[in-house]
């Protein structure tokens, strides 16, 4: 299967991304749909079921993680893969961790990770033959990760489908406590 670790908006997100999309960019014939709208992790590529066991049994082992905060306020536009999306200008330090120990658990399953440097993005416009034009307003979203998961990549004649095949939650952070 084709598949790659990361976290999902909530659906309010979602919307509001889409809405800023649909009024600060002209419309796009390949516009992401909203519902594909995700934060990749690591990217896995083709992995068998005996690959996917093990990366399962490496992460459920895994330290865990707190949740943490994903702050999209940055707008690029990648030439090679012809894509348009929005990102975080800085990266929670639990991001990084999460980012890296994934990484880190795909290698000890025998899967190849991409080696470019991680930067959190959400695509929103596919097969742009140009950078689209700058946004009339700054993209500023934000949304609590409180999980990730293991997606497949489903090509149908609608489109790519992403399945989530697996969840994982994130440590909630512990509230100080009040003296009594």
């Not at 695509?123 to 609590?144: D, M, S, Y």
């Not at 998961?149 to 399945?163: C, I, R």
Request: proline fraction near 7%.
């Amino acid at each position: 299967m084709r598949a790659f670790l990361g976290l999902e908006p909530d659906v309010s997100t979602k919307l509001a991304i889409d809405n800023w999309r649909t009024t600060s960019l002209p419309p796009y014939p390949t516009a992401v749909p909203a519902a594909n709208f995700h934060v990749t992790l690591a990217f896995l590529g083709n992995i068998n079921l005996e690959q996917q066991d093990k990366l399962q049994q490496q992460i459920a082992v895994m330290e865990d993680i707190s949740e943490f905060s994903v702050n999209l306020d940055i707008a690029g536009y990648w030439a090679k893969p012809k894509a348009f999306w929005i990102g975080c200008s800085n990266h929670a330090s639990a991001h990084l961790q999460l980012v890296k120990k994934l990484t880190t658990a795909a290698h000890s399953a025998d899967i190849a990770t991409q080696k470019n440097a991680y930067q959190a993005h959400v695509t929103l416009i596919r097969k742009c033959t140009e950078n689209p034009p700058a946004p009339l307003v700054t993209p500023n979203f934000t949304w609590r990760s409180q999980a990730f998961h293991l997606y497949e990549s489903l090509s149908t004649a609608k489109g790519v489908v992403y399945a989530i095949k697996q969840s994982w939650h994130l440590m909630p952070e512990l509230k100080a406590r009040k003296p009594i």
